[in-house]
């Protein structure tokens, strides 16, 4: 009896081994990971020297955690058998992705532009900027959980992260300084921010690089956007430091007298119970955003507009953000977000240079999207939103994904908007600012983008493209 049942067992342990090989070699393979954001690995190069170094072997390994059978049904199960591990613990989990550097994730994945009606062409530049505007996007899933590397082709992209999960020692602080991460606490999760003046200063330079080339008549604003993780973080994590509050203000302190800092966290600080921030998405909502726009009217000497100026308007179907579909955890999913926005009565011509040989007809608000790409339709090289305005003259934003939330509140003030997206805008900033007599300049980062050095990379690639007079 015994031997039948070793032999029943053996029997079907190498079944499993069969099915689960013909499987894995038979089974499509899918080239970018959705929920992670990331592009998964390809087959890795076999030759002499990378089998007889090893390296063949551990590439493999990647590649077949990343492509194993029914992988993200595999992955959604564990993740949901972690919600049993006890309660007292589960009170805040730390969620770390391996292999990851402290900057900003591009989790901006859904480029989408909805089209409307024609309008008549707007001359962004020379040839729609001489064709500077690069159509190619990276392979990256918008904006940030921890980590951005430049490819070939200069564009960010998402590194490999394996998802492995922790509980919170009894003494977290020195813990709490290594954490690359998110932390899910209180029905939501935070990004680990972990900025340093190593990490700024090159921000710092690249602005001031870029005041000297403009023109003193140019005024030159920038705002550090806050990811929320000092207003959210129990004080079991972060043992009261504010991580993003130090970076800021060591970050105003070496920024020149002539660029005009933007007090966003102090705007948005006084209103943190209020919801300016997802709980399962790195993106401030719609209010998050109107604070930062009050604060920015403050320095630029405008009046904002009220909440009450404005149309309230709410989606009504709930969604999980990026930072969810990193975790996958229950808890978040109980309590999905919603995507609420203000629409100011101001109307605007949008037109959107991209990936077409002319410009396409965008929107402020592309409502047909139930997230955050509701917001002026997404990331793009460069967005030109003309409006009935006659209050002030032209602005230029340069931007990542916080941007998009602040974008339409600008547009009851500037008669012209011009939105550049660093990550995909190959054109040259003094060029696009001279030709179209643009005298204000916002440069608007949140703090994981600010403290990264592609960030400051591509921000110096814009100002020193060839520049013609």
């Known amino acids: 009896m015994k031997k039948l049942l070793w032999i029943a067992n053996s029997s079907l342990f190498c079944v499993i081994l069969i099915i689960g090989g013909i499987a894995f070699w038979t089974l499509p393979k899918q080239t970018i990971s959705s929920d992670e954001n990331r592009k998964l690995m390809d087959f890795p190069l076999a030759n002499q020297e990378t089998i007889f170094s090893g ?13 194993f059978p029914l992988r993200e049904n595999w992955l959604t199960l564990a993740n949901h058998l972690n919600t049993f591990k006890g309660s007292q613990e589960q009170e805040i989990r730390v969620i770390t992705l391996n292999n990851q550097h402290n900057d900003e994730i591009s989790l901006d994945q859904e480029m989408i532009t909805e089209e409307t009606s024609s309008a008549s062409n707007i001359d962004v ?3 729609a900027l001489e064709r500077n505007v ?7 899933a918008h904006e940030p ?10 564009t960010v992209e998402v590194e490999s992260a394996k998802n492995t999960e922790k509980h919170i020692p009894s003494d977290i602080n020195e813990e709490f300084n290594r954490i690359k991460g998110v932390i899910v ?3 939501r999760v935070l990004q680990i921010f972990a900025g340093s003046k190593q990490t700024i200063t090159p921000y710092v330079n690249m602005l001031t690089t870029y005041r000297k080339k403009l023109a003193n008549d140019i005024k030159m604003y920038t705002m550090m956007i806050p990811s929320g993780s000092d207003f959210y973080l129990p004080y079991q994590v972060n043992k009261g430091v504010l991580k993003e509050k130090e970076n800021i203000e060591l970050f105003n302190s070496l920024l020149p007298k002539n660029i005009v800092s933007v007090p966003v966290y102090e705007e948005m600080e006084p209103h943190k119970n209020e919801y300016i921030q997802f709980r399962t998405d790195h993106h401030w909502t719609g209010l998050g955003a109107y604070y930062a726009y ?18 309230y308007e709410a989606k009504k179907t709930s969604f999980l953000g990026s930072l969810y579909n990193y975790t996958k955890d229950n808890e978040l999913k109980k309590d999905p977000d919603l995507l609420e926005y203000y629409k100011v009565p101001t109307q605007s011509v949008v037109k959107i240079y991209g990936d077409t040989p002319t410009p396409i007809t965008g929107q402020v608000y592309a409502e047909k999207n139930n997230n955050y790409v509701l917001f002026i339709g997404g990331d793009n090289p460069l967005v030109h939103f003309h409006t009935e305005t006659s209050e002030r003259k032209s602005l230029l934003v340069v931007k990542d994904s916080f941007g998009n939330a602040l974008i339409p509140y600008l547009t009851a003030h500037y008669k012209d908007i011009y939105v550049v997206d660093y990550r995909y805008f190959k054109g040259n900033i003094l060029r696009l600012m001279k030709r179209h007599d643009i005298k204000e300049l916002l440069y608007a980062h949140n703090t994981f983008a600010a403290n990264t050095k592609t960030t400051t990379k591509l921000g110096l690639q814009m ?5 013609k007079q």
């Open 294 to 311: 009050v604060a920015f009217a403050k320095k630029a000497g405008f009046q904002p507009l009220a909440l009450s100026d404005m149309q």
């Open 134 to 140: 690069d159509t190619e996007k990276s392979e990256e």
């Open 125 to 127: 530049s020379d040839s």
């Open 463 to 467: 100002l020193n493209k060839e520049h």
């Open 185 to 187: 606490v209180n029905g």
């Open 145 to 154: 959980l921890t980590a951005d590397t430049t490819s070939n082709t200069e």
């Open 55 to 67: 390296k063949f072997e551990k590439a493999f390994e990647e590649y077949y955690n990343d492509h």
